[in-house]
């Protein structure tokens, strides 16, 4: 996964994004996202899911 991907996926490049107010900017960070959602799907979601499974198995021992 590139750099560009990471900060994607942390947010970090939409917060920039917005903040600088640069439309291209924005319009770029923003299709790198879809790009993401796309390969990817709702990472937050599956994190969800994931620290659901993580509970089920630590309370198994």
Not at 3 to 19: D, F, K, P, Q, W
Not at 20 to 38: F, I, R, W
């Amino acid at each position: 996964m590139s750099t560009g991907s990471n900060r994607v996926l942390y947010g970090g490049a939409m917060t920039e994004a917005i903040a600088s107010g640069d439309l291209s900017k924005m319009k770029e960070v923003a299709a790198a996202a879809e790009t993401h959602l796309a390969q990817h799907g709702d990472v937050g979601s599956m994190l969800q899911m994931l620290k659901v499974e993580i509970a089920k198995a630590e309370a198994n021992g």
